[in-house]
């Protein structure tokens, strides 16, 4: 299902593209600082696949429980907008959630919707619908939200969360972002199903395509999913194609690999980039250049000084190894 | 004070746990159905409703996942297993989810789940419905690991379960459900964490777990009548363990036997034996013994069944070895034979 739409508010063009531009913008600084070796963590980059995190977040409104993978950058930011906590965590120190226990695959921020993101493939999936459940009973009108790549649709634990929350009848937002790789085997080796969407329907949800890659298009579809998986109480599966321009994990470009062409990607994906051309949709709005600039540069500001502040901040005490195995009471 | 049986004890604290607090729930396959789990959850749904007490999918690994869910939401769940042997299933989720979600976010989460996962040994059940998988969940950290052996522990370490902010997974043995004792009606604790003395005695410390405590309670009486007198220590709770209790007793006895209802390669008892070694090599007058399964699987046939299972005679006669005593005749005596109350077919 596609769905028609009316142009969105300039005020709500604006909120996705500084939320794009500072998922960008802050993996744009992981790249040029990680080299330093002070991130001691495994990256899985979000770099191109952010607009569909950012668009499903923005929709929610910060009502969202928030279940991603271990490419979870951009849905962290998209979440929780919280620099500081991001690369405290990936610096490893006190003042990220984990104080740096769970790095970049192992993201959280609960207070913010932003639940821990989880480095086995799918794994994050049923937790999701737990907390659908949870939020149902608990009438906290919030709306469970897993985050995934095509290659979770590969894991029986998918189905059997797709038919778990459409048999309870609990209003999950499934969204995968389908990037067509598992690191670099292509879709097409794992499955069978040529259509992603075609393949949940019989489960009962709502399923919707998009291939746009047009941060405005998955915000609209997302608003319009939430709002009728609520009304219907079923859950919704969105299938986002979308591409990875940096390699599997690490925070270099992969073309020597040899598994996708350079030439193709660029003409098909790099050359109407999400945020480039929210950025084109901004001028069209009648918001002017230097108004733009003024909004990048302030949010460059923020996150260096957050790098700075990160890059500062204390490193756990050897003892804090033991602490947090079990709750810890406040 | 009245009689309950340990089954009733699991339902009853189930039961005052949900009536006091409407964030517990409980669910798993075959909850709801008429054959509830050995009784453990008759009239709950009745009680309580579906929303509460519910049937799943056959999809241990994501309803595994749900139930971390619903418990970093606010709810209380209680996730079933009518075997252990299923509950391997779900191990993506309770070793790569449940047990780190709380460290790798800093200890401020909580995860009050519990999973109740039913073990031991039926009627010809054979290598598929036969485990008890005690160390691969002790094994990794994050988990709080019970196995209550009396009526009276049952209800009160699943009560401390339920309110525990972190993932307990709490052993049961089938036949334990038909045990009776005084329990206490009113809701209360017992500490997890803490083990107990089931027999003091003097002479060998066994170190029981879940039934083979049972098992052990009676080599004690047959021992008895020869003289020895051997002490009963029940863990209760495998970890965090209560290893004080467990040196404190070999230090006075000097002997130790481990007696599990498990396999013995890199088992449950492994780590105790380290343990005791660790602490008592000094005093220890004989090395610490181990019991459990033989090293196979599981066979379905009875009479190798027999074999493949230790009971109260392989205790007495491991107690008579580490004493240097003959082996006594034990023709006369009356050993514990689940036929008399059951005879199939699951």
Known sequence: MTLARAPLPKATSIQLFKSLFLARRSEEYIVKHYPENRMRTPMHMSMGQEFVSVGVCAALEGKADVFASYRSHAAFLAQTHDTDLFFSELYGRTSGTGEGKGGSMHLAAPDQGHMLSSGVVATQIPVAVGAAFANRQLATGRTAVAFFGDGAMDAGVFWESLNAAALYRLPVMFVCEDNGYAVDTPRESRQVATSLTEAVKPFGCDSYDDDSGDVESVYALARAAVEKAHRDRRPAFLSIKCCRYLEHVGTSEDWHWGYRDKAVVEREWISRDALVQQRARLLSHQVSESAIAAMEDEIDKAIRASVARAAEAPIPAPERLYAGVFHEKA | ?346
């Open chain 2, 1 to 346: 004070m009245r009689k309950l049986d340990y089954a009733g004890a699991i339902r009853e604290a189930t039961w005052q746990e949900m009536e006091r607090d409407p964030r517990v729930f409980v669910y798993g396959i075959g909850v709801p159905t008429w054959s509830s789990i050995f009784g453990t959850t008759k009239g709950l749904p009745e009680k309580f409703g579906k929303e509460r007490c519910f049937d799943t999918p056959i999809s241990e690994d994501a309803m595994t996942g749900f139930g971390l869910g619903a418990a970093l939401r606010g709810l209380r769940p209680i996730h079933i297993h009518i075997r252990v042997d299923f509950m391997i299933l779900a191990t993506n989720q309770l070793f790569n989810m449940v047990s780190n979600y709380i460290y790798s976010t800093g200890g401020k989460l909580k995860v009050p789940l519990v999973v109740r996962a039913v073990i031991g040994r039926g009627w010809g059940q054979g290598a598929q419905h036969s485990k008890s998988l005690f160390s691969n969940f002790t094994h990794i950290p994050g988990f709080k690991v019970i196995a209550p052996t009396t009526p009276s522990d049952a209800k009160g370490m699943l009560i401390a379960a339920i309110r525990d902010d972190n993932p307990v997974i709490c052993f049961e043995h089938r036949w334990l459900y038909w045990a009776e004792e005084d329990v206490p009606e009113e809701p209360y604790e017992v500490p997890l964490g803490v083990g107990r003395i089931l027999r003091p005695g003097r002479d060998v410390t066994v170190v029981g777990l879940s039934w083979m405590n049972v098992e052990a309670r009676l080599a004690a009486e047959i021992l008895q009548k020869r003289g020895v007198s051997i002490e009963i220590v029940d863990p209760r709770t495998l970890a965090p363990l209560d290893e004080d209790l467990i040196v404190d007793s070999v230090k006075r006895t000097g002997r130790c036997i481990i007696a599990d209802c498990d396999w013995v390669n890199s088992g449950f008892g492994a780590e105790l034996s380290a343990r005791i070694n660790e602490r008592c090599f000094g005093v220890l007058k004989a090395p610490v013994k181990r019991i459990g399964f033989a090293d196979t699987p599981c066979p379905t046939v009875r009479e190798l069944e027999n074999e493949f299972y230790p009971n109260a005679r392989t205790i007495v006669h491991a107690v008579e070895d580490m004493l240097g005593l003959e082996a006594a005749n034990l023709d006369g005596e009356d050993f514990f034979s689940h036929e008399r109350r059951f005879r199939g077919p699951f």
